[in-house]
C-alpha cells in the first residue's frame, strides 16, 4: 500500500528519476518503468523544491510566499503533484524523524 502524503511527510527525488532542464522546466525519466515525463511550469517549481527532503508543510508556505492563489488552491495543487510523483516512482518519503 503506497503511504499517504500529509504536511508532516518529508519528501524528495526518488533516486529512480533522472531530471534535466528543457528551457525552465523538468523533463523526468523514471528509467525504471522507461517513461518520460514533462513538467510544466508549477511542477517544475515543485520538483526543484524536492532536492532536498523537505516537510510537505515547508514545501506549501514556501509556495504560498511565492504565488498568490485563491485560499487552499496551493495546497490542493501541491498534493496532488506529490501525489502523482509518488504513484510514478519519481519521490520518495522519508521517515519522519
Not at 21 to 42: A, H, K, S
Amino acid at each position: 500500500m503506497t503511504e499517504k502524503i500529509h504536511g508532516n511527510s518529508i519528501v524528495s527525488w526518488s533516486t529512480e528519476a533522472v531530471a534535466t532542464g528543457v528551457n525552465d522546466e523538468i523533463v523526468l525519466l523514471n528509467m525504471q518503468r522507461n517513461r518520460c515525463y514533462g513538467l510544466g511550469v508549477t511542477g517544475s517549481e515543485i520538483w526543484r523544491k524536492l532536492a532536498a527532503p523537505i516537510r510537505v508543510s515547508d514545501l506549501i508556505s514556501q509556495l504560498k510566499n511565492e504565488y498568490e492563489a485563491p485560499e487552499g488552491q496551493i495546497e490542493t495543487d501541491v498534493l496532488a503533484t506529490l501525489a502523482e510523483f509518488q504513484s510514478e516512482g519519481l519521490m520518495q518519503i522519508h521517515s519522519e524523524g
